[in-house]
């Protein structure tokens, strides 16, 4: 390959401060000695990028194997890690095999090859560039140090906060909301004055509040600055529509995702929660389709497979709804939602080992969503196996404390393995955070206490429950609610009262209404002599 004259070499010098002005950050040391050196490879670059593009990553890294500039050496690591990754995928047992995410046989091999040269480079102001730093954080994470890849990556995005790859493997390591919010204050002190990198900061911080379950003021803040300098931006309307997802708000999620879909008819990111929505919605007919509609423009995208699966499981055709969630897998192996929406059509089909194995692999993809966590609670909880349901529902309850349904699963929990006493406390904060009065939670804490002896406590708590019938309509829990005071009473000798709840109750299966019956009958005899 030709070399640069020494006339080009001494405009490169002169050109070399005019350069630098513009990336700044993936300087070295020596400026002019980088610059020399990047110019010197031009033709090297040029060529391993052509093979990146062309998706031949070990040609590209065989290419500039003895350069040393920046630029060289980044797009080199690079290549040398896609290509490992992509060996580490070719090598694996398929979709339901071997979990290689904590199987060293199945890693990427150049990973430490790639992580001694970049620790070489870190004595040598690594620190001044950021997609290097970036690259390297990544590995970091892979080779599970997260608190240096962390460190490490804060520093990248501190140099360039438009790389959004960055923040979202930042946010892929946090295993907690705290933790988040932890490094949302590091950058906050770091804040530069910028109107660039605050902008940045605030799509940072309103994903991390949506892929943690979070709803506070400051979300609405955010979305509401964002929303006024992107009007029209479908992330942003992605955003809202998650967090009202997120909120079990269905409908206003539905009315969000539609207007997506009229203003950026081909974007496929995030439909799949759409089909999510349409399914729990039981819109049969929508759902249909949307999935043609994806289907038409990409039927290769894991968010069209997963949107195929969920229509079929709307149809009871589960066999074939796996089908097309191994297929969603297939393209990228850390598809979040066809991991945990497989493990329920293997729920529907009783196979609940297979089902565990797909909530695990949920879980080894994105430990922060619940949803994984409680299917492997519910999975669990069929096989009997209480001890290990609670585990897992408490790591769900963790994750998203303000769901009555996490709270409402531990109390069985407890309520099976006979701790009585924790089981109210769960029942009572589930009804707590309840939007409305549940009746059903009413009643069974009240037969909770009755275990426990406390019948002065059971009274109050079934009062409470069939006073509801009053604000709600009657139920089953309310009937059953209004039984047990006419038995209390009847015990009492209040045979007014015996005969005037137990006349009244006309709603509950077979064995309610019949008790009943016999209970006014006796009351009218009672009151009759």
């Known amino acids: 390959m030709q070399q640069p004259s020494t006339e080009d070499q001494l405009m490169a010098v002169r050109e070399a401060p005019h350069l630098l002005k513009l990336g700044k950050e993936s300087s070295s040391p020596s400026n ?39 630029k060289a050496t980044f797009i080199k ?9 992509k060996r580490k995928e070719e090598e694996s047992d398929g979709i339901l095999g071997q979990n290689n995410s904590n199987n060293n046989f199945y890693c990427n091999k150049n990973i430490p090859v790639i992580v001694k040269e970049l620790e070489t480079l870190e004595h040598h102001n690594l620190n001044s560039n950021s997609h290097l730093l970036c690259l390297y954080g990544v590995v970091l994470l892979e080779n599970k140090n997260s608190t240096k890849g962390q460190e490490v990556l804060f520093k990248s995005l501190v140099l360039n906060p438009f790389n959004w790859s960055c923040w979202l493997e930042l946010l892929s390591s946090f295993t907690s909301f705290s933790e988040a919010t932890v490094y949302l204050n590091k950058f906050h002190k770091a804040s530069q004055n910028a109107f660039e990198y605050k902008i940045m900061l605030l799509f940072f911080r309103l994903t991390v509040n949506q892929v943690f379950f979070q709803s506070s003021e400051e979300i609405n803040s955010d979305l509401a600055t964002l929303s006024a300098i992107f009007p029209c931006f479908s992330y942003l309307n992605a955003q809202k ?16 995702f539609d207007q997506i879909l009229l203003s950026d008819p081909l974007r496929l990111d995030d439909l799949d929660t759409y089909s999510n929505i349409l399914y729990v919605m039981e819109k049969d007919s929508k759902l249909s389709f949307l999935a043609q509609f994806a289907s038409k423009i990409d039927k290769f995208r894991p968010e069209t497979c997963c949107i195929v699966a969920n229509y079929y499981s709307l149809k009871f055709e589960h066999e074939k709804a796996i089908m097309y969630y191994k297929r969603a897998l297939t393209l990228n192996k850390n598809c979040l939602s066809a991991w945990t929406l497989m493990g329920h059509e293997f729920v529907e089909l009783k196979n609940s080992h297979a089902a565990i194995e797909s909530y695990r692999r949920a879980v080894d993809t994105n430990n922060k969503d619940f949803r994984a966590w409680y299917g492997l609670g519910q999975a669990y909880e069929v096989l009997d196996m209480h001890l290990y349901s609670l585990y897992y529902y408490q790591r769900a309850c963790s994750l998203k404390p303000l769901d009555k349904r996490m709270w409402q699963a531990i109390g069985n929990c407890y309520e099976k393995l006979g701790e009585t006493k924790e089981s109210i406390k769960c029942y009572q904060k589930a009804l707590k955070i309840s939007t409305v009065v549940d009746t059903q939670l009413l009643y069974k804490i009240g037969t909770l206490y009755e275990v426990l002896n406390d019948i002065k406590t059971t009274y109050n708590y079934m009062k409470l429950c069939f006073e509801e019938e009053y604000n709600q309509d009657v139920t089953e829990d309310t009937s059953k609610a209004k039984l047990w005071l006419a038995r209390y009473e009847s015990q009492q000798g209040n045979w007014s009262f015996t005969y005037k709840l137990a006349s009244d109750i006309s709603y509950g299966n077979s064995n309610i209404i ?3 019956r016999a209970l006014a009958r006796e009351a009218r005899l009672k009151l009759d002599r």
Not at 241 to 256: G, K
């Open 514 to 516: 019949e008790e009943a």
């Open 32 to 70: 002019e000695e980088e610059m020399l050196l990047a110019y010197h490879e031009t033709n090297k670059i040029k060529l391993a990028k052509t093979y990146f593009d062309c998706k031949e990553y070990d040609r590209a890294a065989h290419v500039l194997k003895d350069c040393h500039s920046w």
């Open 241 to 256: 529509a998650l967090i009202a997802y997120n909120m079990l708000d269905y409908n206003n999620a539905e009315i969000l």
């Open 77 to 85: 690591l690079y290549s040398m890690y896609i290509s490992g990754d």
